[in-house]
């Protein structure tokens, strides 16, 4: 294959030109380490290398003005903004911020393009003026001052540009503009130099004339680069721009177009892969790389074109380790790098005007892999401490000297990460310095294993200098959220450099970086619509119909521009893999570029299309988790059965046993973690331990409803003992936390009230037991080991003279969870009975104690249907039966003990292992 820049040198080495003396201007950099290594290739002797320059280069040469970034541009308009801004209340550098970056790429456009900024500024202000026309002459505030604005375009722009002529810098449309007025005398000043200008195809105004202008003077000389298909071809966008120079440009009235190629009908090898998600079309470019490195074991002259910039660390990541040969034009984001989201972090929280921190912000940024490490101590961690002290004291939101107290040890660093910023710009900056130097402090403890991560604290480091220069020159940085704009504006501005082989191997670039630059073998990622081309999108206060009339470009030129740089990078290459992501974006649709669509109907090329998907096998499918009860497990369960199983434990089992394997036998815990709103367990343990307080003092007595009328004022105080004896320092006074609070309390009142109601309608209530505990041993003979339960009853009473053991249940229950029709289902189905299951239980132990004497009723009150009262146990024959029988007679706990029984041999038996269940 022979490249467009060998097709170049190899047509000045024939015209004999002295290629020591010239200057070759390409669109960009990268493209001039391949121009010099094609060169010397080319050459028979040794020369001086000639100039080699991008067109930026080269127009910052001609214009005298250095080039400033976007951000110091941004500064510098404010202080012209300020400059120029009389009336009172200016916009703050934040609220300026977010228009004036919009104004500043309409400037530069403007200047680029060499429209009369008299003309245009004056027209947008009247198209203005129309809009707001009125018969009635009494404007409001909000119209004169939008008019005003649209007015005082012109004067900013004016003064903007003056200032930053005198200071010798310039944004790029201002650098173009006095390039252009100074061309005539560069070409004076170097009458013998010859400029050869390679592979351009949209040019603003402003390049146009100055490459003319070396034309007309016979210094230079420029390449086309475009292919006879799409030039001969009047609709086809990739030719466009070429098309129109040839059109308008003088000089190719009398001179020939420098060249149409005819690479683009050759046979090629076009596969067209659809892919869903970017990681899928990461692995894909991945397993395209290991077939290709596999065939020819070389990716000499092989290319992945990235769509998005997002996909270098996923495409990267899925590079085969053997390929060693790489280099990557494009840098990785800053803002893609594990640091950025501490910086992240540290902003969120300090935004907030707040001396106390959400716990979550504080695990986040304790537990972030560059801090973590500073919070060692010795052997131990001490963030697993402060978290452990965070969920055990329920601290929703923590101060400094809190946190300080939880770990004094590492006072400097929590001073750094949550001392104050006073919405202090200055003092943000002086503490992320700070924090930098600590952790480059540490990370050079171990540098070799660190330096990676030095160099992104390296890239930080340069960022804040950066930011600490601005703030100190300009004094604009008046907040954190002033300040925080900015970070972000150079963060997504700034990239980590890769080092490489810069002309062996695979290459890897964007899409801009591939110009001039020609492969056999290409891979394009993200050809969606949207980003291949990126569509409709109009950032500009320029309307659409002045734009076309002062021949900005739209939204159809840049359409245009990447329609070029696709087809040029298909034209020369045989083979070619084209890579969309089939999965539907609510901002990008899923959907394929029409430049795949162009491709089919031209009918050149037969394209292979294909859908990716993930090889899944069935085994992937998730599987019963099956533990087998081997001695140690037994013994385990030995243990515990002599210790007692409790109802709560038999019935965990009836729900999972995977639940009882972990929970008993391992003993396994659940995670306590912080409960930002009161969860329903704790309300339910709220509930009892307050009527415990209420009613154990009567253990014994019979009730009057004058004293359960004494207990009401009582409420509020034991209610909120409770909540801070279990919620701990979690924060009971607003929102949610504050609505359960309130609901306990109702719950209790609401009893209350129903047992006073009940007591004056003549019942007699006497307590008996309150957190009644009760344990009995059961006789299993198939067992050659102890067995007990044990339970603990929240009430024992007698009403009317019939005893009654009640268990409350915070939560609803009906009648229907507390009926049992069939025995064997009591051991079977958990969420229709295990409430019936548990006062069983405790029912069986009480009789096992003490045998009853006198009629029993089991049962539960629900505090979310206090109405139903007390809601019985009881058997019925069938659905259909009205006759239920609620006391609970000898041959009741024998039924279950039956069913008990066979629960506790099948806990026991070695052959029947641990199963989990599937739970919906």
Same mark, same amino acid.
């Given at each position: 294959?022979?490249?467009?820049?060998?097709?170049?040198?190899?047509?000045?080495?024939?015209?004999?030109?002295?290629?020591?003396?010239?200057?070759?201007?390409?669109?960009?950099?990268?493209?001039?380490?391949?121009?010099?290594?094609?060169?010397?290739?080319?050459?028979?002797?040794?020369?001086?290398?000639?100039?080699?320059?991008?067109?930026?280069?080269?127009?910052?040469?001609?214009?005298?003005?250095?080039?400033?970034?976007?951000?110091?541009?941004?500064?510098?308009?404010?202080?012209?903004?300020?400059?120029?801004?009389?009336?009172?209340?200016?916009?703050?550098?934040?609220?300026?911020?977010?228009?004036?970056?919009?104004?500043?790429?309409?400037?530069?456009?403007?200047?680029?393009?060499?429209?009369?900024?008299?003309?245009?500024?004056?027209?947008?202000?009247?198209?203005?003026?129309?809009?707001?026309?009125?018969?009635?002459?009494?404007?409001?505030?909000?119209?004169?001052?939008?008019?005003?604005?649209?007015?005082?375009?012109?004067?900013?722009?004016?003064?903007?540009?003056?200032?930053?002529?005198?200071?010798?810098?310039?944004?790029?449309?201002?650098?173009?503009?006095?390039?252009?007025?100074?061309?005539?005398?560069?070409?004076?000043?170097?009458?013998?130099?010859?400029?050869?200008?390679?592979?351009?195809?949209?040019?603003?105004?402003?390049?146009?004339?100055?490459?003319?202008?070396?034309?007309?003077?016979?210094?230079?000389?420029?390449?086309?680069?475009?292919?006879?298909?799409?030039?001969?071809?009047?609709?086809?966008?990739?030719?466009?721009?070429?098309?129109?120079?040839?059109?308008?440009?003088?000089?190719?009235?009398?001179?020939?177009?420098?060249?149409?190629?005819?690479?683009?009908?050759?046979?090629?090898?076009?596969?067209?892969?659809?892919?869903?998600?970017?990681?899928?079309?990461?692995?894909?470019?991945?397993?395209?790389?290991?077939?290709?490195?596999?065939?020819?074991?070389?990716?000499?002259?092989?290319?992945?074109?990235?769509?998005?910039?997002? *996909?270098? @660390?996923?495409?990267? &990541?899925?590079?085969?380790?053997?390929? =060693? %040969? #790489? $280099?990557?034009?494009?840098? /990785?984001? +800053?803002?893609?790098?594990?640091?950025?989201?501490?910086?992240?972090?540290?902003?969120?929280?300090?935004?907030?005007?707040?001396?106390?921190?959400?716990?979550?912000?504080?695990?986040?940024?304790?537990?972030?892999?560059?801090?973590?490490?500073?919070?060692?101590?010795?052997?131990?961690?001490?963030?697993?401490?402060?978290?452990?002290?965070?969920?055990?004291?329920?601290?929703?939101?923590?101060?400094?000297?809190?946190?300080?107290?939880?770990?004094?040890?590492?006072?400097?660093? *929590?001073? @750094?990460?949550?001392? &104050?910023?006073?919405?202090?710009?200055? =003092? %943000? #900056? $002086?503490?992320?310095?700070? /924090?930098? +130097?600590?952790?480059?402090?540490?990370?050079?403890?171990?540098?070799?294993?660190?330096?990676?991560?030095?160099?992104?604290?390296?890239?930080?480091?340069?960022?804040?200098?950066?930011?600490?220069?601005?703030?100190?020159?300009?004094?604009?940085?008046?907040?954190?959220?002033?300040?925080?704009?900015?970070?972000?504006?150079?963060?997504?501005?700034?990239?980590?450099?890769?080092?490489?082989?810069?002309?062996?191997?695979?290459?890897?670039?964007?899409?801009?970086?591939?110009?001039? *630059?020609?492969?056999?073998?290409?891979?394009?990622?993200?050809?969606?619509?949207?980003? #291949?081309?990126?569509?409709?999108?109009?950032?500009?206060?320029?309307?659409?119909?002045?734009?076309?009339?002062?021949?900005?470009?739209?939204?159809?030129?840049?359409?245009?521009?990447?329609?070029?740089?696709?087809?040029?990078?298909?034209?020369?290459?045989?083979?070619?893999?084209?890579?969309?992501?089939?999965?539907?974006?609510?901002?990008?649709?899923?959907?394929?570029?029409?430049?795949?669509?162009?491709?089919?109907?031209?009918?050149?090329?037969?394209?292979?299309?294909?859908?990716?998907?993930?090889?899944?096998?069935?085994?992937?499918?998730?599987?019963?988790?099956?533990?087998?009860?081997?001695?140690?497990?037994?013994?385990?369960?030995?243990?515990?059965?002599?210790?007692?199983?409790?109802?709560?434990?038999?019935?965990?089992?009836?729900?999972?046993?995977?639940?009882?394997?972990?929970?008993?036998?391992?003993?396994?815990?659940?995670?306590?973690?912080?409960?930002?709103?009161?969860?329903?367990?704790?309300?339910?343990?709220?509930?009892?331990?307050?009527?415990?307080?209420?009613?154990?003092?009567?253990?014994?007595?019979?009730?009057?409803?004058?004293?359960?009328?004494?207990?009401?004022?009582?409420?509020?105080?034991?209610?909120?003992?409770?909540?801070?004896?279990?919620?701990?320092?979690?924060?009971?006074?607003?929102?949610?936390?504050?609505?359960?609070?309130?609901?306990?309390?109702?719950?209790?009142?609401?009893?209350?009230?129903?047992?006073?109601?009940?007591?004056?309608?003549?019942?007699?209530?006497?307590?008996?037991?309150?957190?009644?505990?009760?344990?009995?041993?059961?006789?299993?003979?198939?067992?050659?080991?102890?067995?007990?339960?044990?339970?603990?009853?929240?009430?024992?009473?007698?009403?009317?003279?019939?005893?009654?053991?009640?268990?409350?249940?915070?939560?609803?229950?009906?009648?229907?969870?507390?009926?049992?029709?069939?025995?064997?289902?009591?051991?079977?189905?958990?969420?229709?009975?295990?409430?019936?299951?548990?006062?069983?239980?405790?029912?069986?132990?009480?009789?096992?104690?003490?045998?009853?004497?006198?009629?029993?009723?089991?049962?539960?009150?629900?505090?979310?249907?206090?109405?139903?009262?007390?809601?019985?146990?009881?058997?019925?024959?069938?659905?259909?039966?009205?006759?239920?029988?609620?006391?609970?007679?000898?041959?009741?706990?024998?039924?279950?003990?039956?069913?008990?029984?066979?629960?506790?041999?099948?806990?026991?038996?070695?052959?029947?292992?641990?199963?989990?269940?599937?739970?919906?």
């Amino acid at each position: 294959m022979i490249t467009f820049i060998q097709e170049a040198l190899l047509d000045l080495k024939k015209r004999q030109i002295d290629i020591s003396n010239i200057k070759l201007i390409l669109p960009s950099k990268r493209a001039g380490v391949f121009l010099k290594h094609q060169l010397a290739n080319l050459l028979d002797q040794p020369i001086f290398s000639p100039d080699i320059l991008s067109i930026e280069e080269f127009v910052e040469e001609l214009s005298e003005l250095k080039a400033i970034s976007n951000t110091e541009l941004l500064f510098e308009f404010y202080e012209t903004y300020l400059q120029v801004h009389t009336e009172k209340n200016p916009d703050s550098f934040d609220a300026f911020s977010k228009w004036a970056q919009i104004l500043l790429q309409d400037f530069n456009e403007i200047d680029r393009y060499l429209i009369p900024q008299e003309q245009i500024f004056d027209y947008l202000s009247a198209i203005k003026e129309l809009n707001h026309w009125s018969v009635d002459t009494n404007q409001t505030d909000f119209v004169k001052n939008y008019l005003v604005f649209w007015k005082k375009l012109k004067i900013y722009y004016t003064q903007l540009t003056e200032n930053l002529v005198k200071k010798k810098k310039g944004f790029q449309g201002l650098i173009y503009r006095e390039a252009v007025a100074s061309i005539q005398n560069y070409i004076n000043s170097n009458p013998n130099k010859h400029y050869v200008f390679l592979g351009f195809n949209a040019l603003n105004k402003a390049e146009e004339t100055i490459i003319q202008k070396l034309l007309q003077n016979n210094n230079a000389d420029i390449y086309w680069d475009i292919d006879a298909v799409f030039y001969d071809n009047k609709n086809h966008d990739a030719s466009l721009f070429i098309r129109q120079h040839k059109k308008n440009w003088n000089f190719f009235e009398s001179n020939p177009l420098n060249w149409i190629a005819d690479n683009y009908k050759t046979p090629k090898d076009i596969s067209v892969i659809g892919v869903p998600k970017n990681v899928g079309q990461a692995k894909c470019i991945g397993n395209i790389l290991n077939k290709l490195h596999a065939e020819n074991n070389t990716l000499n002259n092989t290319a992945v074109v990235l769509g998005e910039e997002t *996909l270098l @660390l996923p495409v990267l &990541n899925s590079i085969p380790e053997s390929i =060693k %040969a #790489l $280099n990557i034009t494009m840098g /990785l984001p +800053l803002k893609s790098i594990p640091l950025a989201t501490l910086f992240e972090q540290l902003f969120y929280i300090h935004k907030k005007d707040t001396g106390a921190y959400y716990f979550k912000d504080v695990i986040k940024l304790l537990s972030h892999q560059f801090i973590s490490p500073l919070l060692q101590s010795g052997s131990t961690n001490d963030v697993q401490k402060v978290i452990q002290t965070i969920e055990s004291n329920n601290l929703i939101y923590l101060s400094l000297p809190r946190l300080i107290e939880l770990a004094p040890q590492h006072k400097t660093l *929590l001073e @750094l990460l949550f001392g &104050n910023w006073n919405n202090h710009a200055t =003092k %943000a #900056l $002086n503490h992320g310095q700070a /924090l930098i +130097l600590k952790i480059k402090t540490h990370l050079e403890e171990n540098k070799s294993q660190n330096l990676l991560a030095l160099e992104h604290l390296f890239k930080f480091n340069s960022l804040f200098n950066e930011l600490t220069l601005l703030d100190s020159n300009f004094k604009h940085l008046k907040d954190i959220n002033s300040l925080f704009s900015v970070y972000k504006e150079l963060l997504s501005s700034e990239t980590l450099d890769f080092k490489g082989e810069p002309l062996e191997g695979l290459q890897i670039m964007g899409m801009l970086e591939s110009r001039v *630059l020609d492969f056999e073998t290409v891979i394009i990622s993200s050809v969606n619509e949207g980003v #291949l081309p990126s569509g409709k999108s109009n950032n500009s206060f320029i309307p659409f119909d002045v734009k076309l009339e002062n021949k900005l470009p739209t939204y159809k030129e840049k359409d245009a521009v990447y329609t070029y740089h696709f087809y040029r990078l298909l034209q020369r290459a045989k083979r070619i893999f084209i890579i969309y992501n089939t999965e539907i974006d609510a901002l990008k649709g899923g959907e394929k570029s029409r430049f795949i669509t162009q491709l089919e109907l031209e009918g050149i090329h037969k394209i292979k299309h294909s859908i990716a998907v993930p090889d899944i096998s069935m085994e992937a499918h998730h599987q019963e988790t099956v533990i087998a009860k081997n001695e140690d497990v037994l013994n385990q369960i030995k243990t515990y059965a002599a210790k007692g199983f409790s109802p709560s434990a038999l019935t965990s089992y009836i729900r999972n046993p995977i639940d009882f394997y972990f929970q008993k036998v391992l003993k396994i815990k659940e995670h306590d973690d912080v409960e930002e709103t009161v969860a329903a367990n704790t309300l339910g343990t709220i509930i009892h331990n307050t009527l415990e307080d209420f009613y154990k003092p009567f253990e014994g007595q019979q009730l009057t409803w004058e004293q359960i009328n004494e207990m009401k004022p009582k409420i509020d105080a034991t209610v909120t003992h409770h909540f801070k004896s279990l919620y701990k320092e979690g924060d009971i006074t607003k929102g949610k936390n504050l609505i359960v609070f309130e609901i306990a309390k109702r719950y209790i009142s609401n009893f209350l009230n129903l047992e006073i109601a009940d007591l004056k309608d003549g019942n007699t209530i006497e307590i008996i037991a309150i957190e009644l505990n009760n344990t009995a041993e059961i006789s299993i003979p198939e067992l050659d080991f102890p067995i007990r339960i044990t339970g603990k009853v929240d009430r024992v009473d007698k009403r009317n003279g019939i005893t009654r053991i009640i268990d409350y249940k915070s939560g609803k229950v009906d009648s229907s969870k507390v009926q049992v029709i069939d025995w064997s289902d009591l051991t079977m189905d958990y969420d229709k009975y295990s409430k019936s299951f548990q006062v069983l239980t405790y029912a069986y132990l009480m009789h096992a104690n003490k045998p009853f004497t006198e009629p029993v009723e089991a049962g539960i009150i629900s505090f979310k249907n206090l109405s139903a009262g007390f809601i019985n146990f009881a058997k019925k024959d069938s659905v259909y039966d009205r006759n239920k029988n609620v006391v609970i007679t000898n041959d009741i706990l024998q039924a279950y003990e039956m069913e008990l029984k066979k629960l506790i041999l099948e806990i026991c038996d070695p052959k029947i292992d641990f199963i989990e269940k599937k739970i919906s």
